[in-house]
């Protein structure tokens, strides 16, 4: 399995609530990308960056905010959680974007009450 | 904007039955293409991948897929399914960021 490491990989938490997931590679690839997945839907792109402090939106953006310090971590924020950002988040890396596959982490079932 | 669309939401074969699954993408530039599977409780894992070169592509697990510029294409195939098949499969694709389709259930019945 590709060096990627989801945290928390469970969480419940309430409506209004900030809540930061992680993702942390281990190889050193340039592009990170965040998907949400839920039934019927599929996985639909959050956001995904390119590089340190190079970031860009995805097709389901809203409430949802990025940030990439380093080449090895990707978090993204839902600033006030609600109802329907519960879903199953996944982490996933390639070495130059799509002309590459993609790895994926283990997922993050996020949970908001 | 760039999209994959799948044209099936559940299959259920039984073992031996071959095995066909559509997915057709809409953007233009370089096409690169993808399936990747989920089994259940797991993460994805990439099945096989198109960048240029023979369109017929072989991937793990006996699986294979035909891509068709003409139809804009990329279809999976098996000619054999066995229980362990049993997943969610995914086509995926872009040529700036990586888009996916919403996914397709196979079960199979042994």
């Known amino acids: 399995d590709a060096g990627i490491t989801q945290s928390p990989r469970h969480k419940v938490t309430e409506t209004g609530t900030p809540v930061t997931l992680r993702c942390h590679q281990t190889e050193n690839h340039r592009y990170m990308y965040w998907y949400r997945q839920d039934p019927g839907h599929g996985l639909r792109l959050i956001h995904y960056s390119y590089g340190v402090k190079d970031t860009d939106k995805g097709e389901v953006s809203d409430g949802y905010s990025v940030s990439r310090s380093k080449t090895e971590d990707f978090l993204l924020t839902l600033e006030s959680a609600t109802s329907s950002q519960t879903s199953v988040y996944f982490c996933?890396?390639?070495?130059?974007?799509?002309?590459?596959?993609?790895?994926f982490g283990q997922g993050t079932r996020l949970t908001v009450v | 904007a760039q999209s994959v669309s799948q044209h099936n939401h559940h299959v259920i074969l039984s073992e031996a039955a071959s095995l066909e699954l559509g997915c057709n993408y809409s953007y233009g530039g370089t096409v690169n293409l993808f399936w990747y599977v989920q089994y259940p409780g797991q993460h994805l894992q990439l099945l096989l991948k198109y960048f240029s070169g023979d369109p017929l592509v072989k991937g793990i697990k006996g699986f294979e897929a035909e891509f068709i510029k003409s139809k804009f294409s990329f279809n999976l195939r098996k000619p054999s399914v066995q229980w362990s098949d049993t997943a969610e499969y995914f086509c995926a694709g872009g040529s700036e960021k990586l888009v996916f389709g919403k996914g397709m259930k196979l079960t199979v019945n042994p």
């Open positions: 996933a890396i390639s070495p130059r974007g799509v002309n590459t596959e993609a790895f």
